[in-house]
C-alpha cells in the first residue's frame, strides 16, 4: 500500500513545489512508483512536472479541475477521474519508473469558491473534502508513493489531502516569516487528527533555499534545532541556481543527475530519510 504524505506550508514560496518535484523525481529515478496531486491552482508543479507546453495542453481538461467540476455537477465516474491522470518522465531519460500526475489548473481557484456550495451526496457521505479518496483512493495500491504539492492556504482542496494522507512534511525556509507557518500548520493538524482514525504523522521539518552564509538562517536553524530537534531533517536543501533552475524544461532528455546538477545529492539524501521516517512508527 502507498506511503501518503503532504508538503505543505501556510507560507508561501518556502519550496512546497520544489520539494515535492525533487522527492517525485528522485524515488522515481530509484524505480519507486509514485503519484504527485498538484492541489495549487497556481500549477507550479504541474509545470515542473510537465513543461509549459504539455502543461498547456492538459489545461484544464485533463486536470484535477474536471475531477471536482464533475462533483460539483453531482456526476461521479471513477473511470473517467483515472482519465485525467498523465504519465511524466518530465525531461528526465533515466528514471526507472515514470512519475504519475494529477495536475493542476488555475481554474482550481473558482471550483475551490464553489465546493462549500456542493450538495452532499446520499446518506450525506459525498463532502467537499473526501473527493479525492471518492475518486482517486482505490488507485493508490498501485503506487509506492503518494505525494501531495498544497497551496500555501488551507481550503477544502488541501483539507481533502490531510484528511487521507499518512503524514505531512513542512518545507520552510529558515527565516522568521517562514518559520511561523510552521505552528499553524501543527495546530490546524492536531484539530483535524480529532477526526481522523488513525493520527496523521509529523515526518518533519525540510530547510530549503538555506544559505550558509546568513547570519539569520543560521540563527533560525539553531532555533528550530532547539525547539523542534528530531522534526528537523538533517539533509538540507541550499538556495542554489541548480534548483532554481529545475523550472528550465528541455525538449531533449536530461540524466536525473544532470537535470539536478549540484543540488542532486540533498535531494535524494532527503528521499531515504523521507522513506525511512515513512517507514518507521514515530517520527518525533
Ligand atoms: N533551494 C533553492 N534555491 C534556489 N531557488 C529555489 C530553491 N527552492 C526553491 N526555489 C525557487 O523559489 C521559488 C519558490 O519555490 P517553490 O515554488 O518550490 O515554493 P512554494 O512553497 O511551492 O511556493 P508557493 O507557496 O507559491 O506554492 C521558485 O521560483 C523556486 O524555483
Ligand atoms: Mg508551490
Redesign the pocket.
Known amino acids: 500500500m502507498a506511503h501518503v504524505s503532504t508538503i505543505i506550508?501556510l507560507?508561501?514560496?518556502?519550496?512546497?513545489?520544489?520539494?515535492?518535484?525533487g522527492l517525485a523525481m528522485v524515488l522515481a529515478h530509484s524505480g519507486k512508483r509514485v503519484l504527485v496531486f498538484d492541489l495549487?491552482p497556481?500549477s507550479?508543479?504541474s509545470v515542473l512536472f510537465l513543461g509549459n507546453q504539455r502543461w498547456n495542453e492538459a489545461n484544464p481538461t485533463q486536470t484535477l479541475v474536471e475531477v471536482f467540476k464533475n462533483e460539483l455537477e453531482g456526476k461521479f465516474d471513477e473511470n473517467k477521474s483515472l482519465d485525467i491522470l498523465i504519465s511524466t518522465n518530465g525531461d528526465i531519460s533515466d528514471l526507472r519508473s515514470p512519475v504519475t500526475l494529477a495536475a493542476s489548473s488555475p481554474q482550481l481557484m473558482d471550483i475551490q469558491e464553489r465546493l462549500p456550495l456542493m450538495r452532499p451526496g446520499d446518506y450525506f457521505l459525498e463532502t467537499p473534502v473526501n473527493i479525492i479518496q471518492r475518486r482517486f483512493g482505490t488507485h493508490f495500491m498501485n503506487f509506492d508513493y503518494v505525494l501531495f504539492?498544497?497551496?500555501?492556504s488551507l481550503g477544502l482542496i488541501p483539507m481533502n489531502a490531510l484528511l487521507i494522507s499518512d503524514s505531512y512534511i513542512i518545507?520552510t525556509i529558515a527565516d522568521r516569516v517562514s518559520t511561523s507557518g510552521i505552528e499553524s500548520v501543527l495546530a490546524r493538524v492536531s484539530k483535524i487528527n480529532r477526526f481522523r482514525s488513525h493520527e496523521l504523522r509529523f515526518l518533519g521539518i525540510v530547510i530549503?533555499?538555506?544559505r550558509e552564509q546568513s547570519s539569520m538562517h543560521n540563527t533560525v536553524l539553531r532555533e528550530l534545532n532547539t525547539k523542534y530537534t528530531a522534526t528537523l531533517f538533517r539533509q538540507r536543501?541550499?538556495?542554489?541556481?541548480?534548483?532554481?533552475?529545475?523550472?528550465n524544461f528541455r525538449d531533449i532528455g536530461l540524466t536525473i543527475r544532470q537535470k539536478f546538477s549540484s543540488?542532486f545529492d540533498s535531494f535524494r539524501i532527503i528521499a531515504e530519510e523521507f522513506t525511512s521516517r515513512a517507514g518507521i512508527e514515530t517520527a518525533k
Open positions: 506550508n507560507k508561501g514560496g518556502v519550496g512546497k513545489s520544489t520539494l515535492t518535484y495549487d497556481q507550479n508543479s504539492d498544497c497551496p500555501p518545507p530549503s533555499k538555506y536543501i541550499a538556495e542554489s541556481n541548480a534548483v532554481s533552475e529545475l523550472g543540488a
